[in-house]
């Protein structure tokens, strides 16, 4: 199965968690079970972690991004060292939250929305 395949279905997006709880769980499980799944999110958390640990340097509130860097570095360590099996696991069991993903999904928005607020404010 391709990513797209995981993402999209009927033309919509299935990672909406706050209006697709279920999709999005549904998404979650059939990502988990990909051969590549463990090494993307590894990658990807490594990925960001690059990201903000050099934007740390670059910005006025440079606590801000390290803090965000320390927390997908910590993630990245956590997901190598429990391992794919392990990843696999816990992946399976989050999906199962399935209608608790709707209040997770505005948690999530609420939050982002806070950070991007204050480092664009903190910019200008």
């Not at 999209?8 to 590549?36: I, K, N, T």
């Not at 991004?65 to 391992?83: C, D, E, K, N, S």
Request: glycine share 6%; charged share 10%; proline share 3%.
């Amino acid at each position: 199965m391709d990513f797209t395949a995981i993402c999209h279905a009927d033309g919509r997006f299935w990672g909406w968690m706050l209006l697709w709880p279920l999709r999005f769980a549904a998404a979650v499980q059939r990502f988990s079970e990909q051969s590549w799944f463990h090494r993307f999110e590894v990658a990807s958390r490594m990925a960001l972690a690059l990201l903000f640990s050099g934007l740390a340097y670059w910005q006025p509130e440079q606590w801000l991004f390290a803090l965000m860097a320390l927390i997908l570095w910590l993630g990245t360590l956590f997901l190598i060292l429990v391992g794919p099996a392990k990843h696999r696991q816990m992946a399976s069991r989050i999906a199962a939250w399935g209608p608790a993903f709707r209040w997770l999904g505005l948690v999530v928005l609420l939050v982002a929305a806070a950070l991007i607020s204050y480092a664009v404010n903190a910019m200008f």
